[in-house]
């Protein structure tokens, strides 16, 4: 008895199954390879700061790239960090004291933490880097960093969002601000 088509295409199909199988290395290499362009392409040095939805940071054209410091981020409602959330911005603004006793006590931790200081850390604080919304009142911004500088932490710096220099949006010069009028400077 003759087979029938369909029956010679399967038989057919079982030999070649039954040979060895082989990986084909071709297609893998080009994923591979595709994957390491894009990540060489889209890797850069810029450090970006865990932002929290709640905060929209101020504009800034500084060039001076952030360090990795203990992050104080301060929006509408609360105080946070480390993520963790210390004390209610109303509460604080409603008390009377320079001194934040939530972050003061967070503060201390940190530093027990990680007691020993580099020289630099020496000179200059601990560093620290506050996250405010823009829309925060200036009186709790200065009761934070009032805090931070009285527990170690002197280096301060303010999280802000660049711009590119060649924003329209910015002035051709920017107004000076003359510490020296108002008493603060060198």
């Known amino acids: 008895m003759k087979a029938s088509v369909t029956a010679r295409r399967m038989a057919r199909h079982q030999q070649r199954m039954r040979g060895s199988s082989k990986l ?3 297609s893998l290499m080009d994923i591979f390879t595709i994957l390491v362009f894009f990540l060489l392409v889209n890797s850069s040095d810029v450090e970006i700061l865990q932002t929290d939805k709640n905060i929209k940071l101020p504009e800034s054209v500084a060039e ?4 990795q410091t203990l992050v104080v981020k301060v929006n509408g409602t609360d ?3 480390g993520g963790r959330m210390l004390a209610k911005v109303e509460d604080i603004i409603s008390r009377d004291e320079t001194e934040i006793r939530e972050l003061k006590d967070e503060l201390k931790y940190q530093i027990e933490r ?5 020289d630099l850390e020496k000179e200059r604080g601990r560093a620290v880097t506050i996250m405010g919304d823009k829309a925060v009142p ?3 911004l200065k009761k934070v960093m009032y805090t931070c500088a009285a527990n170690e932490f002197r280096h301060i710096s303010l999280a802000v969002s660049q711009l590119p220099a060649d924003d329209p949006q910015i002035p051709e010069q920017m107004p000076e601000l003359d510490l020296a009028a108002k008493g603060l400077g060198g």
């Open 64 to 67: 001076q790239k952030p360090d």
């Open 79 to 81: 105080l946070l960090v």
């Open 138 to 140: 200036y009186q709790l």
């Open 24 to 26: 084909n290395l071709v």
């Open 114 to 118: 990680r007691p020993e200081m580099t």
